[in-house]
DNA sequence: AACGAACCCAACCGCAGCTCC
DNA sequence: GGGAGCTGCGGTTGGGTTCGT
């Protein structure tokens, strides 16, 4: 890693080191950077302000379209369907956002992010429930959670370890590392010591955590030909589990492939109509946290206006 | 009506991973 | 192999808005 205070804080000044301007954008701005990203393409979001004779940082530009401009972004109101898968793949995946946006077409990671911290979390608790884990706030047979307990502006960064925030959860670039190391043994690791939200709990009327678990190891134990290739938590085989979740139906579904089938994959994905695929095997999407592969993942699941959205093709009830 | 508290969300920041040279 | 540069992610902030008193 780069020592942020050396080369890369004057490699890539911010803003306001350079007086660029900062805040919120103005039409004009909006109008000059979505033209000169539909004319020229994403990427080299660096040079990209100059170029399109914005005064702005790269960075502030690519937020910019991915959380606003980009066409497939939806707007709107979190849909009942959607808040489910939500809850669902937060349970499964921790703060991993852009991985979770990936599965939900048309959302960005940023506004999951802020409905999760602003509203999911919230009902977690108030349910009784511990947003980071999933599992019951109190587990001891105590008298029931504190309903009414204020519920602060900070609930959605209050973690009971506050030094741990990006340590303690599945989620963490840390643990993934752990599995994807985990992988390279070969060995299924056992989830429970990440205390992940696969973990066991109660009173959610979705899937048992328990048979997440199995199902996502029996994926390995009774899958195909591939198998060895595969390690616990393949990118292919997570992404399987993934469209198995949304699909509800955590033990079908299952398609393993080579790495490095999936490194070609990742390439077409530069496609973007092919980011979500179809399904039976909508996969590849959810690819980038969880591999080494480049990163490609989360865009299109925001194109895939013509490709088919797993939501409504799953659960056939997201409506506009 | 006025004020403060709470909420919401766009935007920023720092870090980490990846690619290229 | 290692450093430089770029991109993307997740956590956090802060300003505008809404709610409650």
């Avoid at 910019?64 to 939500?86: H, T």
């Avoid at 309903?147 to 370890?161: E, G």
């Avoid at 393949?234 to 398609?255: A, C, Q, R, Y």
Wanted: aromatic letters at 4%; glycine letters at 6%.
């Amino acid at each position: 890693m780069r020592n942020p205070a050396s080369a890369s804080t004057s490699k890539t000044p911010c803003c306001t080191k350079v007086g660029l301007k900062r805040g919120p954008w103005t039409p004009e701005e909006d109008e000059l950077l979505a033209n000169y990203v539909k004319r020229e393409g994403e990427g080299r979001w660096r040079t990209l302000p100059k170029r399109a004779g914005l005064l702005r940082c790269g960075k502030s530009c690519r937020l910019r379209w991915m959380n606003y401009l980009r066409p497939s972004v939806k707007r709107g109101q979190i849909a009942p369907d959607e808040e489910d898968l939500i809850l669902r793949l937060h349970r499964l995946l921790g703060n991993r956002w852009s991985l979770i946006a990936g599965r939900i077409p048309g959302r960005t990671d940023n506004e999951i992010k802020n409905y999760w911290n602003t509203h999911l979390s919230k009902k977690l608790i108030s349910q009784g429930i511990d947003p980071r884990t999933h599992k019951p706030l109190n587990p001891k047979p105590n008298p029931s959670p504190d309903v009414n307990a204020p519920v602060s502006k900070s609930i959605p960064n209050a973690n009971p370890n506050p030094s741990s925030s990006r340590v303690g959860e599945i989620g963490s670039n840390h643990e993934v590392k752990e599995i994807e190391s985990n992988e390279n043994h070969k060995e299924p690791p056992n989830l429970d010591q990440y205390h992940s939200p696969l973990a066991a709990d109660s009173n959610e009327n979705w899937q048992s955590a328990d048979g997440l678990v199995t199902g996502l190891q029996s994926t390995h134990g009774t899958s195909n030909d591939d198998e060895d290739d595969i390690g616990f938590c393949n990118d292919d085989t997570f992404s399987s589990f993934l469209n198995s979740l949304i699909n509800e139906d955590v033990f079908g579904n299952h398609n393993h492939h080579h790495q490095q089938q999936q490194q070609q994959q990742l390439q077409q994905l530069q496609q973007p109509s092919n980011v979500i695929a179809p399904l039976p095997h909508p996969a590849i999407s959810v690819q980038a946290t969880f591999s080494s592969s480049p990163r490609t993942v989360w865009e299109p699941a925001a194109l895939t206006s013509t490709s088919a959205p797993l939501v409504h093709d799953q659960k056939d009830s997201m409506s506009p």
